[in-house]
């Protein structure tokens, strides 16, 4: 199974930058490279994902190294409503049928200081 | 707006007493998936439908089954529910399922096991 290793927990002050590593050494040539998040008692919602290129969107950037084998999610100036646990996911085909799957890891969970 | 909606949020059940949870989407999306997740552990597939073809995880327990009797509805079925299924159960949806599709997830339905 493709792997991620990500920091247990991690802690912001408000309104700082947060840099978020991952490391996937095992990364295939067509994986994608997913983060999601999961706020205190909900479901996880999608942040962020990228190939080979830096992304960036409205809540965060993602930061690829050249050879893939890891990544930061960047999240420019973190606020209160940003503390969760956050998952940096491969994304790989599923075998035998057409769709792909998510396979979390522990994730880290970020807290931030007002 | 469009959404995953789980029904109920928190369901409460006897040891070996059959439940049901519910999950609708308003997105028309083609894949539902429904994942396990356990006090702070990541959340774990189960299984999922692309349209309607079940895929179940290799080690997804016979004590649980899923039905999608049409594109907006999918059911977890737990039929003898034990201790150890007390847990967040979370649905998700996806459009085609494919390596850079996004996955959304509902707010989950807590499942408690008396």
């Known amino acids: 199974d493709a792997k991620t290793t990500q920091p247990n927990s991690m802690e912001s002050n408000e309104e700082e930058p947060v840099h978020l590593p991952c490391n996937h050494s095992?990364?295939?040539?067509?994986?994608?490279i997913h983060w999601y998040r999961q706020l205190p008692s909900q479901g996880p919602e999608y942040v962020i994902h990228g190939l080979t290129s830096n992304v960036n969107n409205r809540m965060a950037s993602l930061a690829i190294a050249e050879d893939r084998k890891s990544s930061t999610l960047i999240l420019h100036r973190a606020t209160l409503r940003d503390a969760a646990v956050y998952y940096c996911?491969?994304?790989?085909?599923?075998?035998?049928?057409?769709?792909?799957?998510?396979?979390f890891g522990k994730g880290t969970k970020l807290s931030v200081i007002p | 707006d469009a959404m995953v909606i789980q029904n109920p949020r928190y369901q409460v059940t006897q040891f070996g007493k059959p439940v049901t949870l519910s999950c609708s989407q308003t997105?028309?999306?083609?894949?539902m998936y429904w994942y396990q997740q356990k006090s702070s552990q990541a959340p774990k597939l189960l299984f999922h439908y692309y349209d309607k073809d079940f895929n179940n995880e290799a080690d997804t327990p016979d004590n649980f089954q899923s039905r999608r009797p049409n594109t907006s509805f999918c059911f977890l079925d737990i039929r003898s529910p034990g201790l150890g299924d007390a847990a967040m159960y979370l649905c998700?949806?996806?459009?085609?399922?494919?390596?850079?599709?996004?996955?959304?997830f509902g707010p989950g339905t807590r499942l408690t096991v008396l």
């Open positions: 997105l028309n999306h083609n894949v």
């Open positions: 998700a949806t996806s459009g085609s399922g494919g390596v850079r599709d996004t996955q959304y």
């Open positions: 095992t990364i295939s040539g067509t994986d994608y």
């Open positions: 996911i491969l994304r790989v085909p599923y075998s035998g049928a057409g769709s792909y799957q998510l396979t």
